[in-house]
């Protein structure tokens, strides 16, 4: 079965695969860093230009459920296709990718493994519960590096110290909060930014790495810098149902330019489950031979009920990101932000059912203080303003725990 993608550029095609064979595209897909979509394509053209006694039988008893996009009008010449030779249409696009596969094998001399950019995303349904202030204090933590801590007598032995890393932060919130905290510029209508590096690729002419801003430099040695918001970030959701090609990959392509130049990639994400959160997780999504939990989501939360119904909603979507695009995302952990215990039941209650979640887990508790207030209020980082505050501490634990 085939549906027509609204932008007229690819139509959703459901068929079934051996789960064996659909583990082997993967992989095969991976290691020659091509998008999955790609492949299934390139198969798809290889199986039609091949006489039809060259293309192996498939067995698919057992195959499973499985979807790709393939551009608008293949999926019915497939059909055609598998008719005249007289085969199912599974058969057919098992064929295929079984031909692809096989021609398509890597020598193990090139096989390597990439070091890539860290992804940190910022996420969660609910507005107010403190993504912006858990990017930017994270991300100027990672920036800052830990120092080496010594064992006191008779203690555990001291924690070792962590560099200071190249670290942007990107405001990818339409509200542009951590841009505004920052005391930087929304970037003006009209200019480039990161949202017409994602939807209007064609018409970009300039770097976006020159809407960068270094935050503090004197404090991070350059080390902190940020992507600002911009005044069009609110069109993006509806941009992005008229962008040609896969949209879940945008923000990846818009940023892949600028992560030579970062060791790690902070992004404040914004507070829905639209279009642009799709391709905000599909970001964070773990790529071929990184770590487990290099990248992924960091989930700040708020230790009462409507926090916990937002992150049910937000699970349920980056489950169905990962099952769509068949990618894995990592669930960095949770930070419970703005607690204050003197609530009652329902906060100590709350903050007891996120740490009995066990994974992820709760990196850190962040109390309801004032110095982030001011910090804000003021425009400086946190880690500038008050480094010694109970808040600024929580920041280091978080960034010593995500190793």
Known sequence: MASPNHDGAREKVTSKLPASLRQELKTRAAQLGIDMQVAVREAVEQWRARPAEQNPNVDTSGAESWNTWLPAGLPDAVKADCANRGISFVQGLAQAIRVWVDSHGVPLTELTIPQYTRRIVCCNQ?????????AAGIGQAIALGLPETKAMPGKTMGLPEIRGLRTLLVDYDPQGHLTAQLGVKQIAPGTESLVTHMVDRERVTGNLLDQVVPIAPELFDGRLCLLPSSFDAFLLDSRLGSVRGPRETSLQRALAPLEKHFDVIVV???????????????YAHRRKNEPKKASGVLIPVEAEDSSADAYVMLDGQIRTVCLDYEVD????????????????????HSLDEWQALGDPAVLAVIPDLKEQREAVHLKQPLLQYAPTSTQAQRMREIRRRLG
């Open 126 to 134: 609910k507005g107010g519960v403190g993504k912006t202030t858990v």
């Open 268 to 282: 404040d994400a914004p507070p829905n489950l639209g279009l642009a959160m799709d391709a905000g997780l599909y």
């Open 329 to 348: 995302i990592d669930r960095l952990g949770l930070v419970v932000n703005k607690y204050d215990k003197r609530k009652g039941y329902v906060a100590t």
